[in-house]
């Protein structure tokens, strides 16, 4: 393993039985190691949606700001939500 750092981290009782019971469970050796691995979930996260907002919403932005008249009136979209959350909710009762 890498240079190793140490750090002091103040847990909630349910995140220290979270990290007890997965080392318990057999999945993980140690709390550092569950730890560890949550950190990199949390990296994979931020890298996906790093990733999505500069490959998927930027483009768009750009395309919908070259050519306004791609877009849809905030007014009907509203309105098309309403409608729908309506008639759900008309179905339920």
Do not use: C, H
């Not at 995140?15 to 050796?29: E, H, L, N, P, R």
């Not at 070259?66 to 729908?84: D, L, Y």
């Amino acid at each position: 393993m890498a240079k190793v750092a140490k750090r002091t981290f103040s847990l909630s009782n349910k995140q220290a039985d979270f990290i007890d019971t997965k080392v318990s469970s057999g999945a993980y050796s140690s709390a550092s190691e569950v730890v560890r691995a949550g950190l990199r979930a949390l990296q994979e996260r931020d890298e996906a949606m790093e990733r999505w907002l500069r490959e998927e919403v930027a483009p768009t932005y750009d395309a919908m700001k070259g050519n306004r008249r791609r877009g849809i009136p905030a007014k009907k979209v509203f309105a098309e939500v309403r409608a729908r959350y309506q008639a759900r909710k008309k179905a339920r009762a």
